[in-house]
């Protein structure tokens, strides 16, 4: 099939500079640093546990952290050596969590037992992906094997393969395209055979026109795969603006892609999985893009999980200049380091590391009323009127402006001539609700304990009355009879 320029246009985004500087630089991999820190929560859902401990000697790709939880996905050391400490870090996100920290000891060997999956069924598929560690390489790092396993499995009609990559600078996932072509296919093919999808849509913005070119020649005789020439406008790649723009189908508030019959991987997941399947090596390493103007060599390089940030910055020649700000992901949802001690996680894409001249940004002012902010939002919501409500801590006004809608993309705060910091403050309106809700709900028991009580005495009422019943019918069944033996 051939590549299609969808007519379907969502509302609002942006217009970004591109800047995608490394976008023909070839992939290098790092070699393994002299320790990794493994956090243990590098998902969304329940953390995992250790299940080793300090002195243990590991291998490369032996499992270290695992939960039995669903919602889930296990951790894998990235390098052979020894287990030097298990701590809580402040991760990049600013929680506290558990951490391995591995120091590199002897030659990489990978872990015993390492072998390509049997797979005969849909179950035995389910259970490679999740022993595979994989979790959403594109976003917020939701377990695959939960996304591909949805409830409604037979209503799922769109497989929508997200090569947008529409950040600036972010050259990842275009690399894993034009490098990694046999498994991005080969993952592609493989989840729409496993999980009996009709119709799959490589969503790719038409600023990677190589790409676009490449796979409508690879798709041509793959029935029901086709590529989806997509126009290059932020947030092209968040995942409701993308099943809107090839599907015309809208996610609710609330809703998984499921349940308009689309799943939504990100194209460097499929390329890993397809790996995985072929290999049996789980998730232990990441492709990612590292740039900006304190950088003196911007790289696309493959590293281990856990690598530090300055571990990566030294591999690309070190900073040509102190950096003013250092991010994690890129300019528009990626999140600012403190530091360069910070390590990599499964979902890390890019590190960008920023000279002051590139980080100036003017004093914020009063809002002007322009309503820039309401035309490029993509889900249509209000974000000054947000930002309004939060700050006067009204969660009620926070739940009818429907701020849990919000994507995070940040194009609000990108336009706003009065630099208002709209999405922080709409994050915080969340939070906001979240403990509002968490609150309600701890209230609960205490109510129900309070209507409980004040129910009793009623309660003890009604039982002694029930129990005065009978009593009161024998009194007066004694008083009849007694009656009627006078009568006589």
Do not use: W
């Not at 300055?310 to 528009?332: H, R, S, T, V, W």
Request: aromatic share 4%; net charge positive.
């Amino acid at each position: 099939m051939n590549a299609t320029s969808f007519g379907k246009r969502s509302h609002g985004g942006a217009r970004l500079p591109h800047r995608k500087h490394t976008a023909e630089l070839e992939t290098v991999a790092m070699p393994a640093p002299q320790s990794v820190t493994i956090l243990m929560s590098q998902h969304i859902g329940v953390p995992c546990k250790p299940v080793v401990k300090v002195g243990d000697m590991v291998k490369t790709g032996q499992l270290i952290g695992q939960s039995d939880k669903l919602i889930s996905a296990p951790i894998y050391s990235s390098i052979t050596g020894k287990v030097k400490a298990i701590t809580e870090v402040v991760a990049d996100n600013g929680s506290t969590v558990e951490a391995v920290v591995i120091a590199a000891e002897g030659e990489e060997t990978l872990a015993d037992g390492i072998a390509p999956p049997k797979i005969d069924t849909l179950p035995d598929f389910i259970a490679a992906v999740k022993a595979s560690g994989l979790t959403g390489l594109g976003g917020a790092g939701f377990p695959a094997h939960v996304k591909l396993n949805p409830s409604n499995l037979s209503e799922i009609e769109f497989l929508i393969i997200n090569a947008a990559e529409c950040e600036p600078y972010i050259t990842a996932d275009y690399r894993t395209l034009m490098e990694d072509t046999d498994d991005v296919m080969g993952g592609i093919l493989l989840v729409k055979e496993k999980l009996g999808i009709q119709n799959v849509f490589i969503g790719i913005e038409d600023n990677k026109p190589k790409a676009i070119e490449l796979y409508t020649k690879l798709c041509a005789d793959k029935a029901g795969v086709s590529v989806a020439a997509l126009r290059s406008r932020y947030p092209q790649g968040a995942e409701k603006t993308l099943i809107y723009e090839t599907t015309g189908r809208v996610v609710e508030e609330g809703k998984l892609p499921s349940s308009v019959g689309c799943i939504v991987m990100n194209v460097s997941s499929v390329a890993f999985l397809n790996s995985y399947i072929r290999t049996g090596v789980p998730l232990i390493k990441r492709r990612l893009t590292v740039d900006g103007g304190a950088v003196n060599e911007p790289k696309n390089l493959i590293a281990p999980i856990g690598t530090s940030v300055k571990d990566i910055i030294d591999f690309c020649g070190g900073y040509k200049e102190a950096p003013k700000k250092l991010l994690m992901g890129g300019p528009m949802m990626g999140l600012a380091l403190p530091d360069d001690s910070y390590p990599t996680k499964k979902s890390t894409n890019a590190i960008l590391a920023f000279t002051e001249k590139e980080c100036r940004e003017a004093p914020m002012t009063n809002c002007i009323r322009c309503a820039r902010c309401v035309f490029v939002c993509p889900m249509s919501l209000m974000p000054v009127g947000i930002e309004k409500a939060y700050e006067a801590r009204d969660v009620q006004t926070l739940k009818e402006l429907k701020t849990n809608l919000c994507i995070e993309c940040g194009s609000c705060s990108y336009v706003c001539p009065a630099k208002r910091k709209l999405v922080q403050s709409i994050k915080l309106g969340k939070a906001l609700i979240l403990e509002d809700a968490k609150k309600k709900s701890a209230q609960k028991p205490a109510e129900k304990a309070d209507q409980k009580a004040a129910a009793e005495p009623e309660k003890a009422a009604k039982t002694e009355k029930k129990a005065d019943g009978p009593k009161k019918a024998a009194v007066k069944e004694e008083a009849v009879k007694e009656g009627t033996d006078n009568g006589k």
